[in-house]
């Protein structure tokens, strides 16, 4: 099993920065994937970020491109997503994701943090 925990959410003025953290324990040498997603009210669940432990490549949807950054800690097994020129429609629950490469769903999901960017 792997758990991960979310923290860093909070509010924050449109324009303003955010820095999430998602901390993995337990077997996470299975899930080489971390991948982060959100979900507004109302609204399905969508990707944000991706990147893999081992060489930190990376993935971005394209409504954040730009503006939000993922990296990891190998020695901390934690995950940041730093996001930056918020907007009222980040606002949203911020989850972390864990998977293997051969995976194509990730099983290991953190309970999620919540973003609200005012206007």
């Known amino acids: 099993q792997v758990q991960l925990v979310e923290s860093g959410g909070g509010l924050v003025q449109a324009g303003g920065s955010l820095r999430l953290s998602c901390a993995a324990s337990?077997?996470?040498?299975?899930?080489?994937?971390m991948g982060w997603f959100r979900q507004a009210p109302g609204k399905e669940r969508e990707f944000v970020a991706r990147?893999?432990?081992?060489?930190?490549?990376?993935s971005y949807a394209d409504s954040v491109k730009g503006r939000f950054t993922i990296s990891r800690d190998n020695a901390k097994n934690t995950v940041y997503l730093q996001m930056n020129s918020l907007k009222p429609e980040d606002t949203a629950v911020y989850s972390c994701?864990?998977?293997?490469?051969?995976?194509?769903?990730?099983?290991?999901w953190g309970q999620g943090t919540q973003v609200t960017v005012s206007s």
């Open positions: 994701a864990a998977r293997s490469p051969s995976a194509t769903r990730y099983p290991y």
């Open positions: 337990g077997r996470t040498r299975s899930t080489s994937i």
């Open positions: 990147i893999t432990w081992s060489d930190g490549s990376t």
